[in-house]
């Protein structure tokens, strides 16, 4: 006789008599995490190291497909391997090129994503990061006059890219560089197969700049993504969300000290060609993709919190068009959140101390 | 089945399992730290058990050189031949899920062991 049906017969027991299994029953489900199948993959792409998690019953078979995707991207759209598609764009000498769908819709939807960012964000800026090595490691200070004449190759309105025929056309002497976007489209890419595959969740760490979590976590929990302090080796808060993409720009990573013994982070000011120094330690933004992430935390760096604000209550940023929520943390030691990040963000450390949060 | 029977079985699952977590929650606090060179482990340090700090040298045999320091507790790439120093410029791991990268010498430093607050991934750049 199967238990079910002792529990049919056994009129004696009634409600409480049936909540105690079922509490039972909930405990033991509570203490066995992961009933999902789980796999995870660790590469080296796009210049970072990826870790990617995925749960659900066909979550290897995913995670193979998501993989390859991303490895096809990063063979097409790296500015170092000569032989990528955007290196065949910036030595084509001004001639249109043939390229794949995905080189083509990644520029264009980048170009689409920088319309509202008040030129702070620009693919052609490649002429003038070369000039101070942030590419190649062999850092040095370029002289003003040379940045000025770098900075007339710096202008995305003359990029043009047709998706129908996917050809791209740059004028002689410019050259791109998606190195802001390229992370966070991937990760909308990734994410769109591994849905196909009818995952459970899924959580990726495109280097930890770029972070999409997605679906259910094994434990029924929400996704707890870790801010870093950049100041310190501990964390300024945890941001808390049922999905989102999390993308952070900062300068605590890559940069140099130069010869004058002034550091220089390797996020450039599209308008002065110089490294951002506008007392922005960090910026923190939720989207629900990754290459708006992606570009809407560079050129959030770039524009300062102040801007960032009028931004966020623009018109152009209707919840309707571009949700976004976004966390500056600064020089000073204080943090400006946006309203809804409010919800999202709880301070850690120093940051909860005092009620650093503006 | 009894009422009390399912009390009982209630109490001793909590009576088990409780402490249960607590130490594998202890367990999960310790400081291994696992040097990779492209994904496989060539490297597993106790920092726990360290009493005091001590330098070695990592060569890819493809002219990528990293120094890394060993502390109790923490560890760190101090010096490295790569370009962009952004190993380097890490800095030193106590805990977290934060690793060290060095790209160019497909090195990653990571402390297995995961922090107490229990979070899926960090954010920073």
Request: aromatic letters at 6%.
């Amino acid at each position: 006789m199967n238990s079910q049906a002792t529990f049919g017969k056994n009129k004696g027991l009634g409600r409480r008599g049936k909540l105690i299994p079922a509490l039972v029953f909930a405990l033991i489900l509570s203490l066995v995490p992961g009933c999902a199948k789980r796999a995870r993959l660790e590469l080296f792409a796009m210049d970072t190291y990826m870790e990617l998690t995925v749960y659900g019953n066909k979550a290897e078979e995913a995670l193979a497909g998501a993989e390859y995707e991303i490895k096809d991207l990063d063979g097409k759209l790296s500015a170092t391997d000569g032989s990528s598609e955007l290196s065949r764009i910036n030595l084509s000498n001004g001639e249109p090129v043939s390229v794949s769908s995905d080189t083509a819709e990644v520029i264009h939807n980048a170009l689409i994503a920088a319309e509202p960012l008040r030129g702070a964000l620009q693919l052609t800026l490649r002429p003038v990061s070369l000039a101070w090595g942030f590419t190649t490691g062999e850092y040095r200070i370029p002289a003003e006059e040379e940045l000025e004449e770098l900075l007339k190759l710096v202008d995305d309105g003359r990029i043009r890219v047709d998706v129908g025929s996917n050809t791209v056309a740059l004028p002689e002497g410019m050259a791109l560089d998606l190195g802001s976007v390229a992370k966070g489209y991937s990760c909308d890419i990734a994410a769109a197969i591994l849905q196909k595959y009818n995952v459970s969740g899924f959580l990726l760490n495109m280097g930890s700049s770029t972070i999409m979590a997605w679906g259910k976590k094994p434990d029924g929990g929400r996704w707890r993504i870790a801010v870093r302090d950049p100041a310190g080796e501990g964390y300024a808060g945890v941001i808390e969300t049922d999905g989102a993409c999390v993308s952070t720009s900062g300068g605590r990573e890559r940069f140099f000290t130069g010869e004058d013994g002034n550091t220089y982070c390797h996020i450039l000011d599209p308008e002065t060609g110089r490294p951002v120094d506008n007392g922005v330690l960090a910026v923190t933004v939720v989207t629900e993709s990754g290459l708006w992430g992606d570009a809407l935390s560079t050129a959030l760096f770039v524009m300062g919190a102040e801007k960032a604000e009028e931004l966020y209550n623009s018109a152009d940023m209707s919840p309707e068009r571009r949700r976004f929520e976004y966390l500056f943390i600064m020089e000073d030691g204080s943090l400006v959140l946006s309203p809804g990040m409010e919800e999202l963000f709880t301070p850690l450390g120093r940051f909860a101390e005092g009620g650093a949060a503006q | 089945m009894k009422t009390r029977v399912w009390i009982v079985i209630f109490a001793a699952l909590i009576a088990v399992c409780l402490p249960l977590a607590f130490i594998l929650g202890r367990l999960g606090g310790g400081h291994i730290a696992n040097i990779y060179r492209d994904g496989k482990c060539i490297c597993s340090i106790d920092l726990d058990s360290v009493t005091e700090g001590y330098s070695m040298t990592l060569d890819d045999g493809e002219g990528h050189i990293n120094t890394i320091r060993i502390e109790p507790g923490s560890i760190c790439v101090e010096d490295a031949n790569c370009p962009d120093r952004v190993c380097v410029n890490t800095g030193r791991i106590t805990g977290g899920s934060k690793p060290i990268i060095c790209m160019p010498a497909k090195l990653v430093i990571r402390l297995e062991s995961r922090p107490a607050e229990g979070f899926d991934a960090e954010t920073g750049g």
